[in-house]
């Protein structure tokens, strides 16, 4: 049974032992090409999608095998690595489609699995070392090297691309550094199952996943502005180190030819009662190509962080983002009772359990003064269907607001029966520069 | 030759920094030194800076990047600081205390292994302690008028170095957020101890977050609030 940890997740809201079953994992997200298909099928699983180069599928499903079954609402790709300058490659799949950060990041034991071996990339300034990374998140950290892949999706390249290695494996010798693990609570996420993937695919607002207090912190890096490292893998010691912005972790999708200045998500309606999966397609390029324009999608320019303004009752939350990576709309409305964790679920606190669906509404404002209202639904965890890997109408609570201000997370529920696009924060984008988000019902 | 205790000369290095905090410059790829940081926690001996409490006749947000002028030969140059709040320099061999529920000392060891900048303000129930990280985190600090360390926030680019500013609380909010199940990336860790309360948020290039005691909170002061 592949979805033992979703069970034990699910078994204390659904009460009964046969709660679902079956699914499986995706084994079969290998093609980079786009189906083309549409409308809903019979077995809950609706699709809809383009077609072009520069275009690739994206899929809501179980995700791998590794993952026991992974949670819901997590869209997958897959994405081909090649030693640079050859055609030494192998196909990654299920690698999480992230709009909420930026680079290519692959499992070590998914690339070990492939047979592919990528060079560690050496630090220009000491050849007896190479560069790793500690990258922080808000719950933890994932740490391993940094190595160069030409990254192929469908017809777009990204030559010599940075990629980072989370070394779920400890295949790299160099052991995480005590800076590292002093960040956030020191949480290790390096596993298949801390993302439910084999990988993430940053597609987020920024080129470069740290930016220029990387690249200029000099003999001074120290944690607090750096989180490149240079380790020494023969006697096990690490140092932080300046990494110039081109050789930083990058958005892969700025270094293609051209489909370079941002992404489309597209994905097909889920009826609010949710359903087995979806699949809908990633596309390359904003209004670079006949099937990636803009058309009358609502633009909201983002902030230097990549955030912009949601209203919602009344709490004007500053930080506002749209993260494909988070699988709930996560927002603080102290009226929406939480579900009850258990021993068994000891998660569900993090999820919304209103005694019947809500009918909510959120008003978004960019930088830029546009402002679009969205309507969505919180239905119950506890009412999901344990074999419904898509679900548009789960959430759960953020961080209360304060002085310090606070933030609406619009997961991946908001994708669903939506373009969403996502611009580069150095890129022009039909027109308006990035960083933006925009979105139109599809 | 420019005097580095001036406004203007301040005021340039402090504006240089935020440029290069919110990542909005684009500088190019070609600073990288050959020379390395080295720095994995403190270092055995730092240099403390010393604010002065009571800040009301001078202006707080000028004192900024200092540390890196001022060496042991200039404590003459005390009452130039003086107007800038900065009452003194002294070394110490070892970082004393420092955390939350540390005491305000504490706050200027935070401040020294942080690499950072630290300005304070006295408010009316409590201190405020700013310090703003090479990436341009802003961490504040709150004291309670005795000068205990009540509560603290940051937010930026890059997450503080929560092991220095938790202290002593760092081992229970370590073992509170391992005991969390990860359904997925909220990108959110919330804790809501009795003891200790904690709101770790944001994605990559914008971190927020927030801690405090609850316990240690004085009468009167909203957690919420804090600024």
């Known amino acids: ?442 | 030759v420019a005097n580095p205790w001036s406004e203007s000369a301040i005021e340039r290095r402090l504006h240089g920094n935020r440029l290069e905090s919110v990542g909005k410059s684009r500088r190019g790829g070609s600073q990288m030194s050959p020379a390395r940081g080295s720095t994995e926690l403190c270092h055995s001996e730092i240099r403390l800076r010393i604010i002065g409490r009571n800040l009301s006749s001078c202006d707080a947000t000028k004192v900024g990047s200092l540390e890196s002028y001022v060496k042991p030969s200039n404590f003459r140059s005390a009452p130039a600081l003086c107007t800038l709040g900065l009452i003194g320099t002294v070394w110490l061999s070892a970082p004393a205390a420092a955390h939350l529920g540390g005491d305000a000392d504490s706050v200027a060891v935070d401040s020294t292994m942080m690499h950072a900048q630290l300005r304070s303000t006295p408010m009316q129930s409590y201190q405020l302690h700013e310090i703003t990280t090479a990436s341009g985190t802003q961490v504040h600090e709150y004291a309670t008028t005795q000068g205990t360390v009540f509560a603290l926030t940051w937010q930026g680019p890059l997450p503080p170095n929560l092991r220095q500013l938790f202290g002593s609380y760092y081992a229970r909010y370590q073992s509170a957020a391992a005991a969390q199940t990860r359904p997925g990336m909220h990108r959110a860790l919330i804790i809501a101890g009795p003891d200790l309360v904690v709101q770790s948020t944001g994605h990559l290039r914008a971190f927020r977050g927030r801690a405090y005691i609850p316990n240690l909170v004085p009468a009167g002061v909203t957690v919420a609030d804090l600024p």
């Open chain 1, 1 to 442: 049974m592949s979805h033992r940890y979703r069970w034990i997740v699910l078994l204390g809201l659904c009460a009964l032992a046969g709660c679902g079953g079956g699914g499986g994992n995706s084994g079969s997200l290998g093609s980079a090409s786009s189906s083309g298909s549409s409308s809903s099928s019979s077995s809950g699983s609706s699709s809809s999608g383009a077609s072009g180069s520069n275009v690739v599928a994206l899929v809501v499903g179980p995700g791998p095998a590794a993952a026991n079954g992974g949670t819901f609402n997590i869209p997958y790709t897959s994405v081909t690595l090649c030693n640079p300058g050859t055609t030494t490659c192998a196909v990654i799949a299920n690698v999480l489609v992230d709009t909420g950060s930026s680079g290519l990041r692959i499992m070590a034991s998914a690339l070990q699995a492939s047979g592919l071996a990528l060079p560690n990339t050496v630090d220009p300034n000491n050849a007896s070392n190479s560069i790793a990374e500690c990258l922080p998140f808000a719950d933890g950290y994932t740490w391993g090297p940094v190595t160069v892949a030409d990254v192929r999706m469908n017809g777009e390249l990204a030559s010599s691309l940075s990629v980072n290695i989370i070394d779920d494996d400890s295949y790299y010798a160099a052991t995480v550094p005590t800076s590292c693990t002093s960040i956030n609570s020191s949480t290790s996420l390096n596993s298949v199952s801390a993302f439910e993937a084999n990988g993430v695919l940053g597609v987020g607002t920024f080129d470069q996943d740290c930016g220029t207090s990387c690249a200029g912190c000099g003999s001074s890096c120290n944690s607090n502005s750096d989180i490149y490292y240079s380790c020494n893998i023969a006697t096990n010691s690490c140092a932080f180190t300046p990494v110039s912005l081109t050789a930083q972790i990058r958005n892969p999708v700025a270094l293609f030819a051209s489909d370079n200045n941002g992404v489309i998500l597209e994905l097909p309606g889920v009826p609010t009662t949710g359903q087995t999966g979806a699949s809908g397609s990633l596309i390359f390029g904003i209004a670079t190509q006949s099937n990636n324009g803009l058309g009358s999608a609502t633009v909201l320019t983002a902030d230097g962080d990549g955030n912009f303004i949601t209203t919602f009752n009344g709490q004007m939350l500053d930080s506002s983002f749209i993260d494909s990576g988070s699988n709930g709309f996560f927002f603080a409305d102290s009226s929406i009772p939480a579900c009850t964790s258990t021993t068994q679920n000891p998660m569900a606190n993090q999820f919304y359990c209103p005694s019947s669906p809500l009918s909510l509404q959120a008003t978004n404002q960019g930088q830029n003064g546009v402002t679009s209202t969205v309507q969505f639904e919180i239905t119950s965890l506890s009412s999901l269907n344990g074999t419904f890997y898509a679900s548009p109408s789960i959430g759960g609570p953020a961080a209360p607001s304060t002085a310090l201000g606070s933030y609406f997370d619009f997961g991946l529920p908001f994708f669903y029966g939506k373009n969403v696009y996502v611009a580069i924060d150095d890129k022009t984008a039909s027109g308006t520069p990035g960083p933006y988000y925009a979105y139109i019902a599809n």
